[in-house]
């Protein structure tokens, strides 16, 4: 005997997977276009103490509080530790929370990013938000333990450690973001 499926009761999962990949490809749009600009500009690092040198190969400590500028980029933690290779920066690891990141994108929007941690290879230009993480920009926004954004491909991996859940909101055109919804639900 035949069986025929009823169409409204397929599986969602296509329509979700593409939905889905339409989000990461929207939020990891505005990471790629970060302000190109801001690289030329002077670095502004102000902290309660610093230890290391600022040349050759080293690590630098910052702590009692870590403010670094430089063009629209703008970082607040705790504490931060810079490795230099050849007096040229190569990773900044900021820690204390929360570490908060905003910047302007090259095309105006604003970004805003807060974690408990961010590692940036400098190198690589893969940047990992870990820890309460919250990114928003104008047309939405992303939650989650971790977040990992490669800066040269705009590829985005996202997930929950333990029982933790990505969460994101994407806004038509026009409208302004608000942080993804927490799930009350008890899940």
Same mark, same amino acid.
């Given at each position: 005997?035949?069986?025929?499926?009823?169409?409204?009761?397929? +599986?969602?999962?296509?329509?979700?997977?593409?939905?889905?990949?339409?989000?990461?490809? !929207?939020?990891?749009?505005?990471? %790629?276009?970060?302000?190109?600009?801001?690289?030329?500009?002077?670095?502004?690092?102000?902290?309660?103490?610093?230890?290391?040198?600022?040349?050759?190969?080293?690590?630098?400590?910052? /702590?009692?509080? %870590?403010?670094?500028?430089? @063009?629209?980029?703008?970082?607040? !933690?705790?504490?931060?530790?810079?490795?230099?290779?050849? #007096?040229?920066?190569?990773?900044?690891?900021?820690?204390?929370?929360?570490?908060?990141?905003?910047?302007?994108?090259?095309?105006?929007?604003?970004?805003?990013?807060?974690?408990? @941690?961010?590692?940036?290879?400098?190198?690589?230009?893969?940047?990992?938000?870990?820890? /309460?993480?919250?990114?928003?920009? +104008?047309?939405?926004?992303?939650?989650?333990?971790?977040?990992?954004?490669?800066?040269?491909?705009?590829?985005?991996?996202? @997930?929950?450690?333990?029982?933790?859940?990505?969460?994101?909101?994407?806004?038509?055109?026009?409208?302004?973001?608000?942080?993804?919804?927490?799930?009350?639900? #008890?899940?």
């Amino acid at each position: 005997m035949s069986r025929k499926t009823d169409p409204s009761r397929r +599986p969602a999962a296509p329509r979700a997977s593409a939905l889905l990949l339409a989000v990461v490809a !929207s939020l990891a749009a505005a990471t %790629v276009a970060a302000r190109s600009s801001d690289r030329n500009q002077p670095m502004d690092i102000d902290a309660g103490r610093q230890v290391g040198t600022f040349s050759g190969d080293s690590v630098n400590t910052l /702590s009692g509080g %870590v403010h670094i500028t430089q @063009g629209s980029l703008d970082i607040t !933690s705790d504490g931060a530790r810079i490795t230099l290779a050849g #007096g040229e920066p190569t990773r900044a690891v900021f820690s204390g929370g929360p570490v908060v990141l905003k910047q302007v994108m090259d095309d105006g929007t604003p970004l805003t990013a807060r974690a408990n @941690g961010v590692d940036y290879n400098l190198k690589t230009e893969i940047v990992v938000f870990t820890g /309460s993480v919250q990114i928003q920009q +104008p047309r939405g926004s992303m939650s989650g333990e971790r977040v990992v954004y490669n800066l040269k491909t705009g590829s985005v991996d996202s @997930g929950g450690e333990g029982s933790g859940r990505v969460k994101m909101r994407i806004l038509p055109r026009n409208a302004r973001a608000t942080p993804a919804a927490d799930d009350k639900g #008890g899940n």
